[in-house]
């Protein structure tokens, strides 16, 4: 286990849907613990999708505010409650563009052992789920600006 490089905005593996995972072996937490070793690799990251490291697999970990985990075939559940706040991505680093989310999320899915996990989550930690699970959908987070804003983010994106 490695940290792994992070793919860029512009890397196709990012628009890729997500395979889900059927087994749950030595290699799914040797993913998992990639993941969490490259998450930590950087100061201010508090989420990563497998596939920003070019797994093409439903898996996400994340750290922020004392809670940290990882989901398998993460399943949102999203709150009617709205809030806009600025988000950013590690495959767009330095760059933040105001978006609009749900307030609070849960998240079902399994653990690296295949066991059931929910988690519960507002603010920021909900923004980050969403965020990480976009990529499990081949989405990035500017997909989901309005069309001015997409245009304006994309020509600030330098590669």
Sequence with gaps: MTV???RMFSDPVLRTVTDPVTTFDRELR?????????LRA?????????PQIG???????????GRSGHLVNPRLELSERKVTAD????SAP??????????????RGRDMFGKPVTVRALGM????????????DGM??????PAEDREHFLKNVPF
């Design 4 to 6: 792994q490089p992070i």
């Design 30 to 38: 040797r993913l998992v613990r990639t993941l969490q070793l490259t």
């Design 42 to 50: 950087g100061a201010g990251r508090a989420g990563l999708a497998a």
């Design 55 to 65: 797994v093409p697999l439903r898996v996400l970990v994340y750290e922020l505010d």
């Design 87 to 90: 988000e950013a991505c590690l």
């Design 94 to 107: 330095g760059l933040w563009w105001p978006l609009e989310r749900s307030y609070m999320v849960t998240a």
């Design 125 to 136: 930690l909900a923004r980050v789920l969403q965020h990480e699970a976009d990529h499990l």
């Design 140 to 145: 990035l987070f500017a997909d989901r600006l």
